[in-house]
């Protein structure tokens, strides 16, 4: 089975500070992808990488950067925290394209700025 | 660009009832891939369904099964004999052929009582 692993659960972080939320993927997947989840608008797309060292914008990208230097880690960075960057955030990882390649995700972390 | 919309935020329903979630989508794309996820009170994600939009046959997995009517843009998931298992967010999501990108909706919350 293909595990996606997130490092955190939960991580309570201040307004400013760099936050590193790092996601590891055990399956070889090219295809990556970093989500946030809020109440009452689903799941939106911050980031995907479709290789090392390759990523594009998702809809949300702004206040946000992704780093992926090896292929089995995506890390998405939130340069100077807000408070509207109070959310839950999924990993994903996926291999190759097509409709038979479902999207696999991590258990989430909830991160909270204050 | 594409939408998804779950216009239930919520539903509820007792053990062994049928339940029938709803879902719509606008795009202009004639090829297109259509699933509905599951995030359980533990939060991973896990695929319930799936469905091609140029299959007209709609996609049946065990209990769960789909009513697809592309002239309407429908998607919606029918849940047979539901368990107490099924509890969860649900949510609707769309995929362009050929694309990674995954479209959400806003999720439904449902809840089977005993």
């Known amino acids: 089975d293909v595990k996606v692993t997130q490092s955190s659960r939960y991580l309570v972080k201040r307004t400013g500070e760099k936050v590193f939320l790092e996601c590891v993927q055990d399956?070889?997947?090219?295809?990556m992808f970093w989500y946030r989840q809020d109440p009452g608008l689903g799941l939106r797309l911050i980031y995907f990488?479709?290789?090392?060292?390759?990523?594009e914008k998702g809809d949300i990208p702004e206040g946000y950067s992704v780093s992926r230097e090896k292929k089995e880690r995506f890390s998405l960075i939130l340069e100077s925290a807000s408070t509207n960057q109070t959310s839950m955030y999924l990993c994903?990882?996926?291999?190759?394209?097509?409709?038979?390649?479902?999207?696999?995700f991590g258990d989430g972390t909830r991160l909270s700025i204050l | 660009a594409q939408t998804v919309t779950q216009s239930q935020p919520e539903m509820s329903v007792q053990e062994a009832e049928t339940v029938t979630l709803s879902c719509t989508y606008d795009?202009?794309?004639?090829?297109?891939?259509l699933f509905w996820y599951k995030q359980p009170p533990s939060r991973q994600m896990i695929l319930v369904i799936r469905?091609?939009?140029?299959?007209?046959q709609n996609a049946t997995e065990n209990r769960f099964s789909v009513n697809f009517q592309k002239a309407a843009k429908s998607f919606s998931l029918k849940i047979s004999d539901s368990q107490l298992g099924d509890t969860a967010m649900y949510f609707c999501?769309?995929?362009?052929?050929?694309?990674?990108?995954?479209?959400f909706g806003q999720g439904t919350r449902l809840t089977i009582n005993p």
């Open positions: 399956m070889d997947h090219e295809n």
């Open positions: 795009t202009s794309e004639n090829n297109y891939y």
């Open positions: 999501a769309f995929m362009k052929h050929g694309a990674q990108k995954l479209v």
């Open positions: 994903a990882s996926r291999l190759g394209q097509g409709y038979n390649q479902p999207q696999h």
């Open positions: 990488s479709y290789d090392v060292k390759m990523k």
């Open positions: 469905q091609e939009a140029y299959k007209q």
